[in-house]
């Protein structure tokens, strides 16, 4: 992991082990000519858009951005409803972000995966139905 960032031109990289979650960092003055959304102030203000090298890519892996999207910024949970006077429960995801840009890029790779998803309020992304949860499964993996 951090052989890969040193080889980008990162002058020291490292990671911490904790429990739940790996800590990743790196230190290189160039990261924003490499990764152009990384800048000040907030990532729903500011305009997010993929380089052409990152769009490539992107359209070969859509399942690479979608778990790392769902792994960031989503959550798999049971629903329990009650439906006609009876309890239901199913599985199903959430992608919550403020940035209408990240939104759609979302959107895209998920529609290029063939998962059905929705928009519940503007900052949420549901995908509930069965097919589509079972797919997004394959795809994302456990989130540790």
């Not at 429990?19 to 305009?47: D, F, K, N, S």
């Not at 993929?50 to 399942?63: A, I, R, S």
């Not at 199903?92 to 998920?110: G, H, P, T, W």
Request: proline content about 7%; glycine content about 8%.
């Amino acid at each position: 992991m951090t052989h890969a960032m040193t080889v980008c031109g990162a002058r020291t990289a490292g990671y911490q082990e904790n429990p739940g979650y790996i800590g990743v960092r790196a230190h290189w003055t160039h990261w924003p000519c490499l990764l152009p959304q990384h800048g000040p102030g907030a990532e729903h203000r500011r305009e997010i858009t993929l380089t052409d090298w990152q769009q490539e890519f992107v359209d070969e892996y859509p399942g690479r951005l979608v778990r790392g999207l769902f792994h960031s910024d989503g959550s798999r949970f049971i629903n329990r409803v009650i439906t006609q006077g009876r309890p239901y429960s199913y599985p199903r995801y959430n992608f919550v972000n403020e940035s209408v840009d990240i939104m759609r890029i979302c959107q895209k790779a998920l529609d290029r995966l063939g998962i059905d998803w929705r928009m519940a309020p503007r900052n949420a992304l549901p995908v509930a139905r069965r097919s589509a949860v079972a797919r997004l499964d394959e795809v994302v993996g456990p989130k540790w």
